[in-house]
C-alpha cells in the first residue's frame, strides 16, 4: 500500500510478476514503478547487474 500523498487516500498497489519475464510493471505510472522498483529490489527479487571484471587473452 502506497502512502498517501497531498492529502489523498492510500491506495493498493497491485503488480503481478510471472515467470519468465512478464510483469504489470510497465501499465504503471513512473511514480508507481519506481516505488515496485524499489521494494524488489529490497526483497531481492531483482538480479543484481553483472559484475564489471578485466578479460585476460591468454595466447
Given at each position: 500500500?502506497?502512502?498517501?500523498?497531498?492529502?489523498?487516500?492510500?491506495?493498493?498497489?497491485?503488480?503481478t510478476?510471472?515467470?519468465?519475464?512478464?510483469?504489470?510493471i510497465p501499465?504503471?505510472t513512473?511514480?508507481?514503478r519506481?516505488?515496485v522498483?524499489a521494494l524488489?529490489?529490497?526483497?531481492?527479487?531483482?538480479?543484481?547487474?553483472?559484475?564489471?571484471?578485466?578479460?585476460?587473452?591468454?595466447v
Open positions: 500500500m502506497q502512502t498517501p500523498d497531498d492529502g489523498k487516500r492510500a491506495t493498493t498497489l497491485t503488480v510478476l510471472r515467470s519468465p519475464n512478464t510483469t504489470t501499465n504503471k513512473e511514480a508507481e519506481q516505488f522498483i524488489l529490489d529490497r526483497w531481492k527479487l531483482i538480479a543484481p547487474p553483472p559484475e564489471p571484471f578485466d578479460v585476460i587473452e591468454a
